[in-house]
């Protein structure tokens, strides 16, 4: 992966040439891009978009910048209160530098690199590094900035900036959605507006009853209050002019006695003596006998010019949405400007043509369902549906019932519900590798985690998946498997255990895996290079149409393979293809990552216990060793025991902890360890003596290491043979007491220890020694830190526990009493290293007793003198 920090970025001028004038002539980049207000564009969605890179790309900060004749921060994360929808001038603005090229803006360290170094978010500190990418719409204009950035520098990969790339492009879709959304909602209540302009009121007379029912448009057209109105023709016929009434009585005589249409303008005197002209259509309607029962219609003003129809046609023409009139037919009788401009042909063409006959995918649809339903209930109604070819479109549709027919209003939404699926998609996908990368990064068992990836790419990236990996032997195996089919994933997974063995080099699979290139190739290319058998067998009855394999890559090497199939009739896409890529990015670099880290732990811990060796066993003492990593990963540190006999014939034991859990604490634990030894083997000091010895070594070489250490001696005077006693003399710099355990089973703490200073601090410091009387049947433990640390407790808690387990495991053998405390008190799985060195002092006669084990003194030290 390319990491350096000063990549030369496509589209961008070399240090220094973006000028005063190019952020100038940002805002006119822009006039022909979406106008969004500060807020509106400052969703939740872009909130959440902001968010995520930051999340995903691991910085401090990120914000969503449009761009015009300022900047406007429109969502951003990790920003001061109140930055968001705060406006700056363009001339302060990386973004703004950004907007002036056409790929990624990547600066790792913002004060050395001449393009950003003088701009004010970098000369304040706030801006160390920065990644942005510009925001570009569909028709090409750049709208603004992604980007993500922190105080301090830092390098950005290529995967970064594919990451935040493919955000960018779930911004802008954002973007333009809720521009688009803005509109159907203002074309929308346009069409109300248009509607409640034509001021049309509607009429329903009951023949068999005589109730006249108008709605209050009509009634106040006719200078009537709702309360008062009567709802009876002679109610009408009072308002109608005199000189009309004849003829329209006529008018509406004729329609009854045809169940005929209705068309008549005629003119109505209100109370205060004023004429207005109106226009009314309506229709009778028959029957079970065929005589008409009802008379429905609708009534508009015509007063002024009484160009009805022209004055209806204008605001049919104005309006934003196509719009077209059915009567009971569903015959064309009116067609606007845009209706024949969505529908591709001339209103000459379509009026007085059927619907059914000239849009024959009508039928049986969304189309036809909801018409008659609107017929039939007389409700509006509203839906979404698409057309075939010659459209190939998708409309939302209002269709209004009226006394003639049906007036129905629709809009092209197909650019609409495209975006939207677009960004449906884009957040599947964002999901897709946010779940990814949660599921590598939280748990320590990489190799399981990766081997579940198959479960997550299907069935968002493909029908059916195979995961290979390459194992430390350099075979590759495949560990994982998924299906969307519940039934077939018994067959995938038979396949996967047989296709890698029977699979000849020629492969397309075996060749993406040498290679490290992806491919793509289908089922029959397998099948065709696969020999008679098992594999080939069950390949043939999972039956892809197409496969894709993607390398599992990481610093130069092909670790492993993803293999998506596609069953018959899905194909791949370009966006799922490139998903799926940086999905085995990602897995690659976590499978190699863990492999890395375990060879390291390995060898850290290797080389710690190579440091720990047996311990020698004195006459009449039988001394026990134990150790300890910690369960965490990566925890080898500075715990350490030794056990020599000095020249003098004595026993000395010692326990220690470098402060610091890692390789180096590690190497100094050795370092140290290798002193004290050779200090107290050619001295034949006493504790203290080794100690002080150990500290002023420390000063002299520089170690530049802290630590703490117990270091006890074993002694015994020809008298105290006698008597069978034994002398402990210790000292302790900064390290916890030892624990001595008598013959009867009693514990005592030495509680009246008092640790001196740690190593490693001041080598000029006072020293004290200790000293204690063990009879013969004692044991004395020492140990570290580990064994009695617990993130949940304090260490006296965890001295009380040890003591109690001591007490209960006092008469076990000295290995099994060791290995009991360890279960006991870390349950195998200690959160910090564990060291443990103890000494049980057995009964002096000759021979040499069973219990005492066998007896490796070093040659070099005289038998009669290795006593404890």
């Known amino acids: 992966m390319d990491t350096t920090t000063d990549r030369t970025v496509v589209g961008y001028r070399h240090p220094g040439e973006v000028s005063a004038a190019d952020l100038q002539s940002v805002p006119e980049r822009m006039d022909d891009a979406p106008r969004l207000q500060p807020r509106e564009a400052g969703s939740v969605v872009l909130d959440r978009l902001a968010e995520l890179a930051a999340r995903l790309l691991g910085a401090d900060a990120s914000q969503v910048s449009l761009l015009t004749d300022v900047q406007t921060i429109a969502a951003g994360a990790g920003l001061s209160p109140g930055a968001v929808g705060g406006e700056s001038p363009l001339e302060d603005s990386l ?26 978010p970098v000369t304040s500190g706030q801006v160390g590094s920065y990644l942005g990418i510009p925001l570009t719409g569909h028709g090409g204009q750049v709208i603004g900035a992604l980007c993500v950035f922190g105080p301090e520098p830092r390098p950005w990969s290529d995967d970064d900036v594919a990451t935040l790339r493919q955000l960018a492009q779930s911004t802008v879709t954002e973007l333009e959605l809720s521009t688009l959304v803005r509109q159907y909602e203002s074309d929308r ?9 034509a001021g049309i009121g509607t009429f329903d007379w009951d023949l068999t009853t005589g109730r006249l029912a108008w709605d209050d448009r009509l009634i106040a057209m006719f200078g009537y209050e709702v309360d008062t109105f009567e709802q009876t023709i002679e109610a009408f016929n009072a308002r109608l002019h005199p000189d009309d009434l004849p003829r329209v009585t006529e008018h509406l005589q004729k329609c009854i006695d045809a169940c005929a249409e209705l068309d008549s303008e005629y003119r109505v005197v209100l109370p205060g003596g004023e004429t207005r002209w109106i226009h009314a259509r309506g229709r009778g309607l028959a029957g079970p006998d065929g005589t008409a029962v009802r008379l429905l219609g609708a009534a508009y003003d015509t007063t002024g010019d009484r160009e009805n129809a022209a004055r209806v046609t204008r605001v049919l023409e104005a309006m934003p949405a196509g719009f077209y009139s059915l009567d009971r037919n569903w015959r064309f009788t009116h067609v606007n400007a845009e209706a024949e401009r969505l529908l591709g042909r001339t209103r000459e063409d379509l009026i007085g043509r059927i619907l059914w006959d000239d849009w024959p995918a009508a039928i049986n649809s969304l189309f036809e369902d909801n018409f008659r339903t609107a017929l039939r209930t007389g409700l509006p109604i509203s839906f979404d549906a698409y057309y075939p070819a010659p459209l190939d479109g998708w409309f939302e549709v209002r269709a209004w019932p009226t006394p003639d027919g049906l007036s129905v209003y629709f809009t092209d939404v197909t650019q609409r519900r495209k975006v939207q699926a677009q960004a449906q998609r884009s957040a599947e996908r964002l999901a897709l590798l946010a779940r990814v990368s949660a599921e590598l990064a939280g748990t320590l068992d990489v190799e399981a985690a990766t081997a579940r990836l198959p479960r997550m790419v299907v069935p968002a990236l493909a029908d059916f998946c195979v995961l290979t990996v390459i194992g430390p032997d350099g075979h590759p195996r495949d560990v994982g498997t998924w299906h969307v089919d519940p039934n077939s994933r018994p067959l995938l997974e038979r396949y996967a255990e047989v296709r890698l063995a029977a699979m000849p080099v020629t492969a397309p699979v075996a060749r993406a895996l040498h290679t490290g290139e992806p491919a793509t190739f289908s089922g029959e290319d397998v099948l065709a290079v696969l020999p008679p058998g098992p594999a080939r067998e069950l390949l043939a009855l999972l039956a892809p149409s197409t496969e894709v394999a993607l390398p599992l890559r990481a610093r130069g090497r092909t670790i492993g393979l993803l293999t998506l199939l596609y069953s018959a009739g899905h194909v791949p896409t370009d966006d799922d293809v490139t998903v799926a890529q940086d999905v085995a990015d990602r897995a690659g670099f976590a499978l190699d990552n863990a492999r890395l880290f375990s060879a390291q732990q390995q060898l850290a811990e290797g080389l710690q216990r190579s440091l720990l060796t047996e311990p020698p066993e004195p006459d009449h003492a039988e001394i026990a060793v134990r150790y300890m990593p910690a369960a965490e990963a990566a925890r080898v540190g500075g715990d350490w025991y030794d056990a020599f006999l000095q020249p003098g014939g004595t026993t ?62 074993f002694e015994q005077t020809p008298d105290e043979l006698e008597r069978g006693v034994t002398r402990m003399r210790w000292a302790n710099a900064g390290h916890l007491p030892p624990m001595v355990i008598n013959p009867d089973g009693s514990v005592a703490e030495l509680a009246a220890w008092r640790g001196d200073l740690m190593l490693g601090v001041d080598p000029e410091s006072r020293r004290r020694e200790s000293v204690v009387t063990l009879d013969r049947g004692a044991t004395v433990l020492l140990y570290t830190d580990g064994l009695i640390e617990r993130r949940d407790a304090d260490l006296d808690e965890g ?24 279960e006991r008190l870390v349950h195998g799985r200690p959160e910090d290293d564990v060291a443990l060195v103890a000494v049980r002092l057995h009964r002096q006669d000759r021979p040499r007793p069973f219990e005492a084990g066998p007896n490796r003194v070093p040659p070099t030290v005289p038998r009669e003198r290795g006593t404890a």
């Open 652 to 713: 000395m034991l010692v326990i220690g902890d470098v402060v610091g859990h890692d390789t180096a604490a590690a190497a100094a634990m050795g370092q140290l360890r290798g002193l004290l030894r050779g200090i107290a083997t050619y001295s034949d000091a006493g504790p203290v003596e080794v100690l002080r010895g150990l500290d002023t070594s420390m000063a002299t070489l520089q170690t530049r290491t802290l630590a703490t250490a117990t270091v006890a001696r």
């Open 95 to 120: 973004c703004a530098v950004t907007a002036t090229g056409t790929g990624a803006l990547v600066v790792s360290d913002a004060h050395d690199d001449e393009r950003v170094r003088d701009l004010p």
């Open 799 to 822: 001295m009380v526990r040890l003591r109690n387990a001591l007490i209960d495991l006092a008469d076990r053998p000295l290995e099994e009493m060791l290995d009991e405390v360890l």
């Open 189 to 197: 209540v346009r069409w109300g507006l248009a509607i409640d302009a």
